[in-house]
């Protein structure tokens, strides 16, 4: 069988491993959490290497499994650095499985062919800026929501299971701010490689589109917690919801159109 959807279920099969290992004994360290880790990012970075090859694809599923790739790749980085990172996997994994799953019922759904009237090398940094900075803002994300999760847990007097396999409040608070300074910077370098693909492409800095209005309320947002937090005292649930909001709007900026015109209206 040489389907995409086929290849696609198979990347999906590669996460469950890593989806399943927080939950059992001795998951989320050493062996089981590197072993499943690693499976679950050879699986859709080869799958996402074979459709990138010589070529970019606009399709949403392609899309998709690009994100998933960049997300793990990322996750895995902070997590040798972080062992507060390697704890997110009780929120990252599902949420990777969930966006695999969509990516695989929209594998035979194809994308328009993508404009390169800007110089191949120039494009192909934005995409790369991009992909970055979808990935990072996952990882943070993720760490925002657990932070959110643990504090919930501690004002209710009631710890979850989920809340005990998840990093302390002080862990995710500190590595989401830093992924999310991070983030601030790649993604303003992502605006800015925008403008100069677009000026390329049709003559114009800015065109309002959905992925420019998106991103630029994302930075915006983004920046103003990032100041917020160091200057203004913007810290808690309320910081949590901010950095969620900015994490939707890029997700709206990247995928709402296409799923609209590829999933919905196919």
């Known amino acids: 069988m040489n389907s995409p959807a086929f290849f ?10 890593a989806t399943l290992q927080p939950w059992l004994p001795g998951g989320g360290k050493g062996f089981w959490f590197w072993g499943s880790l690693v499976l679950a990012l050879l699986g859709p970075l080869d799958w996402t290497l074979w459709q990138t090859a010589g070529h970019w694809p606009t399709a949403l599923s392609a899309d998709l499994w ?3 790739s960049a997300s793990l790749l990322l996750w895995g980085g902070v997590s040798l650095v972080s062992g507060a990172a390697r704890r997110l996997g009780v929120l990252m994994m599902p949420y990777l ?3 695999a799953t969509l990516a ?5 759904v194809g994308g328009t062919g993508l404009s390169r009237h800007a110089p191949t090398a120039w494009v192909d940094l934005h995409i790369l800026v991009s ?3 979808l990935g990072l803002l996952t990882v943070a994300a993720a760490a925002a929501l657990a932070c959110f999760i643990q504090s919930d847990a501690l004002k209710r007097k009631r710890p979850t299971r989920l809340s005990r396999l998840l990093p302390p409040v002080t862990d995710s608070e500190r590595l989401y701010e830093m992924l999310l300074i991070i983030s601030e910077l790649v993604l303003a370098a992502g605006v800015v490689t925008g403008m100069a ?3 390329l492409e049709i003559g114009r800095v800015l065109q309002f589109d959905h992925k420019t209005l998106f991103s630029l309320l994302a930075f915006v947002l983004i920046g103003a917690l990032i100041a917020g937090r160091h200057w203004g005292g913007v810290r808690g649930q309320v910081a949590v919801r901010w950095a969620l909001l900015a994490y939707s709007f890029v997700l709206v900026g990247y995928f709402g159109v296409k799923f609209v015109r590829q999933v919905l209206s196919s």
């Open 8 to 17: 696609s279920v198979i990347a999906l099969l590669c996460l469950i491993p």
């Open 66 to 68: 690009v994100m998933i």
């Open 97 to 99: 499985l969930l966006l």
């Open 131 to 133: 992909v970055a900075t």
């Open 197 to 199: 693909t677009q000026f």
């Open 104 to 108: 695989s019922f929209s594998a035979t």
